[in-house]
């Protein structure tokens, strides 16, 4: 999270110099009131006034965006960047900051800084529409139109059928859409036979735990919702029929077993990304290497697979660091 609600001083943050070719965003934003060439202005839910602005900043610094909406304190809950595609942001602002943490009280906005700026609050999803932050993406298709998407794991940790629920909003200049659901199978379920899971990890992981969203985008406005440790979910959101396809990710590497025995959050230490010309998918693992670390689920020289079979068990380990290298 950000450090503090004062946006920092920025070299390019007047909106009229020009941009970068592209830039870093911090997902969270500051709250301030500085206007420039990219300002938009709205209304939340609630009826009140808001303003966001586009601070731009060249790498590696990261740009930020400043959100004034006088009447909201929003010292317990800050507005921040879910998703972003092409010129538009989605970002969420809680109307009502002292439950928003505990009761979802969030509106939905798409931003452009672009000339002229685009500030445009998209109705909630219904409650039976529940996802993570992580698994929600936008696509921008044609002029000035767009589509939300956010998948959600449909089932249970030992569901036989690979069950999911894609949400879907339409919206843009010519229309004012609503939210619909699609119940979608994964008939192929490549990541069982190519990275499978111990017994011990598998009891309390779903098939799909997202981290992150990437978007190919194209004609048929393809969304690939990332699996950390196992995989990439594929799907073409503007095709009238969606389909699922499945992309195991590489093994992990054998130092980082024991860590997803242990549940460790994969942000640290795996990535995914799409390049900028979008024409191919960049992955990488770090993995730490030390020295009087016990790794007691792991043989020198088994393979992965050969790993799982044994049906490793969590045990503790201790670790002094010494170094790490990296797989991309």
């Not at 601070?55 to 590696?60: C, D, E, F, L, V």
């Not at 906005?109 to 999803?125: E, G, N």
């Not at 002029?143 to 690979?162: I, P, R």
């Not at 699996?227 to 992309?247: A, K, N, S, T, Y």
Request: aromatic share 10%; with cysteine; glycine share 6%.
């Amino acid at each position: 999270m950000s450090s503090s609600l004062i946006p920092p001083p920025l070299a390019d943050s007047d909106g009229a110099s020009p941009p970068p070719h592209w830039v870093l965003i911090d997902i969270w934003c500051y709250i301030g009131d500085l206007p420039n060439a990219t300002t938009a202005e709205s209304t939340t839910s609630t009826g009140l006034p808001i303003k966001v602005t586009f601070r731009t900043a060249r790498p590696p610094l990261l740009s930020h965006l400043c959100v004034h909406c006088p009447g909201l304190d929003f010292l317990r809950a800050t507005p921040k960047v879910i998703a972003s595609h092409a010129d538009l942001l989605l970002l969420v602002v809680p109307f009502d900051p002292l439950t928003a943490l505990s009761s979802g009280t969030w509106d939905y906005f798409v931003y452009r800084a672009a000339d002229p700026p685009l500030l445009h609050l998209i109705p909630p999803p219904p409650r039976s529409m529940r996802f993570n932050d992580s698994e929600v993406a936008i696509v921008s298709h044609g002029d000035g139109e767009y589509a939300v998407a956010a998948l959600a794991f449909a089932g249970t940790f030992l569901s036989v059928n690979k069950d999911f629920h894609l949400h879907l909003y339409h919206g843009g200049k010519q229309q004012q859409g609503e939210w619909v659901s699609k119940l979608l199978t994964l008939e192929d379920q490549l990541r069982d036979k190519l990275v499978p899971l111990p017994k011990a990890a598998a009891e309390y992981r779903f098939y799909q735990e997202t981290r992150k969203t990437i978007v190919i985008g194209g004609e048929r406005g393809t969304v690939g919702w990332v699996d950390l440790w196992r995989g990439i979910i594929f799907c073409d959101v503007l095709d009238d029929h969606p389909v699922l396809r499945d992309m195991p990710l590489p093994l992990p590497a054998s130092g980082n077993w024991d860590r997803l025995l242990k549940q460790t959050d994969p942000n640290y230490i795996r990535d995914v990304t799409v390049s900028l010309c979008r024409d191919s998918i960049k992955y990488i693992e770090l993995e730490i290497v030390g020295t009087g670390e016990t790794h007691t689920t792991v043989q020198p020289t088994e393979s992965y697979q050969e790993w799982v079979r044994r049906k490793p068990r969590y045990t503790s380990s201790v670790v002094l660091r010494r170094g790490w290298k990296a797989t991309i």
